[in-house]
């Protein structure tokens, strides 16, 4: 599917400005190009991803364990470090076994615990998928010169340290949106009104 057009600073000020003067059209045409970038790289991951048959969740359990195979890693650590709550690693890891592409062992060092381990199938698979996950991954920023990718780091980094003001529910906006306005009753002229 080929990317639509992203909307102008002109169309957006102006879809924008009558309801909305104390926003800045500037920052909103901006938001919305990393919105839209952020939701349709997403949606490319997905599809390649899918072309090798796993899904991005899986992927990450999988590339966590490939740099961690000579310790393994307990279902807490790949929970934190993939961000995500522990009864989706769970879940994550109950499909990564079925498929034989994990083991879980008992935990050396916590008798209650368990330790999740890369198998051959698993070490196997990555070794096939990664090379082209890395060409097409370094096609996507061959775009932008070193510089310019450092600097998209950098930037990116910084828009990063901002979720909060997306996330946090609690999270004290610059914007306040004004109260809805009443609906007005329409006055019917004084005669009408005598009449009744």
């Known amino acids: 599917m080929a990317p639509s057009k992203l909307p102008s600073r002109y169309e957006v000020e102006r879809v924008i400005a009558k309801d909305f003067p104390s926003v800045d059209a500037e920052t909103m045409a901006s938001a919305l190009v990393v919105y839209r970038v952020a939701l349709e790289l997403t949606e490319a991951l997905d599809a390649h991803f899918v072309r090798h048959g796993i899904t991005r969740g899986r992927f990450i359990v999988l590339l966590l364990l ?3 195979r000579s310790t393994g890693l307990s279902p807490a650590v790949l929970a934190e470090r993939s961000a995500v709550t522990r009864a989706t690693m769970s879940g994550l890891v109950d499909t990564l076994e079925k498929d034989g592409f994990v ?3 008992d935990d050396p060092n916590d008798g209650r ?8 199938n698993g070490e196997r698979f990555l070794r096939k998928m990664l090379p082209d996950h890395f060409q097409r991954t370094a096609a996507l920023l061959e775009v932008l010169t070193k510089a310019e990718r450092h600097q998209l780091a950098e930037l990116l980094g910084r828009v990063h340290e901002a979720l909060p003001a997306l996330r946090d529910k609690d999270h004290e906006a610059a914007y306040v949106p ?3 306005r009443r609906a007005r009753r329409k006055r019917l002229p004084s005669s009408a009104a005598a009449s009744k």
């Open 103 to 105: 083991r879980r062992a």
């Open 178 to 180: 004004p109260k809805p």
């Open 113 to 120: 615990g368990v330790i999740v381990h890369l198998t051959r």
């Open 66 to 68: 490939f740099r961690g």
